[in-house]
């Protein structure tokens, strides 16, 4: 049983929005699906870290959660900041046990055991002005990290944090985020969110405060899940 992990997959198989515009993912669908289908086994568990799906509303996603569910391994997914179909966790339970989709589950102020790891993690968010929203939504994910965090730890294991945004970028953190990881001790976080060559030089890798930090955005590991362990 291996841990992978996977961010920004962006899938569009219902909606009109191709991301093969973008330099580096002409063929993206087909070159994920190959490079998935090596590496992972049906035993296997893979964390999606957000912007799964460009679709507006949950029953949208169809096509594209029946292409993640028909990949290999449990799938873990987690909100993105263009998963603009995500509902509450009730809502999402509910719609993928009506379509059959049991291979999918939604990591959402909650953690999974995966062998000796438990997994945990929320959107995450970076402030970037004192508006009171942002300052709302800002708080409202520490809260949610903290919540995520805490139930990995009732499930034993070693907690590693999946998030969407980086909590170290360009140099900057976000202390709010990074005081809940190392007042929790975490050694392992990945994140997403980030794209192109140029924004690839500026995302942090390795270890900052204690925790191993690790770019997983899908043009940046070559649209292939990354091991964990």
């Not at 899938?11 to 580096?24: Q, V």
């Not at 063929?27 to 964390?47: F, G, P």
Request: charged share 30%.
């Amino acid at each position: 049983m291996s841990l992978f992990a996977l961010g920004d997959l962006h899938l569009s198989l219902g909606e009109d929005k191709p991301m093969d515009i973008f330099s580096g993912w002409n063929d993206y669908v087909q070159r994920l699906e190959e490079n998935w289908k090596n590496l992972v086994s049906d035993d296997d568990t893979v964390v999606l870290a957000g912007d799964i799906s460009w679709a507006m509303k949950l029953e949208h996603t169809l096509e594209d959660f029946r292409f993640i569910h028909n990949l290999p391994g449990k799938k873990l997914l987690l909100k993105g900041n263009h998963d603009y179909w995500w509902s509450t966790k009730r809502k999402m339970d509910a719609f993928l046990q009506e379509n059959s989709l049991d291979s999918i589950q939604i990591l959402f102020n909650n953690a999974y055991r995966v062998d000796e790891y438990a997994v945990c993690g929320t959107r995450g968010w970076f402030l970037e002005n004192d508006e009171p929203e942002d300052i709302k939504v800002l708080n409202r994910e520490v809260g949610r990290l903290k919540m995520s965090i805490e139930e990995a730890l009732k499930l034993g294991g070693e907690p590693v944090v999946f998030l969407h945004y980086p909590p170290y970028y360009r140099g900057i953190e976000c202390p709010e985020i990074m005081d809940v990881l190392t007042e929790y001790g975490i050694k392992k976080c990945m994140y997403g969110h980030i794209h192109g060559k140029k924004n690839f030089r500026l995302a942090y890798e390795g270890e900052y405060k204690g925790v191993d930090f690790k770019l997983i955005s899908c043009d940046k590991v070559g649209f292939m899940p990354v091991l964990v362990r």
